[in-house]
């Protein structure tokens, strides 16, 4: 391997990192809010935490998705 494949590798792994660390933050960001709208307005259902869960793991995706793309 060369010194350039090295660097680009640790660029990935940098990267991957990232996402990783951004998906649990988001993800538990979306089930705190959708435990809270639960709790207070929709009388203590769960779709409002999975439903939250969601869609930040959604945006944690799509942020790794153009970050991960941008190397190319």
Do not use: Q
Not at 3 to 19: P, V
Not at 23 to 49: N, Q, T
């Amino acid at each position: 391997m060369t010194s350039h494949d090295n660097i680009f590798e640790e660029k990935i792994c940098k990267r991957l990192d990232h996402c990783v660390s951004d998906v649990v933050i988001k993800g538990c960001g979306g089930v705190i809010i959708g435990s809270a709208v639960s709790f207070l307005i929709l009388k203590r259902r769960a779709w409002p935490v999975w439903l939250g869960a969601g869609f930040g793991m959604g945006i944690a995706y799509r942020t790794c998705e153009k970050d991960l793309n941008s190397l190319k």
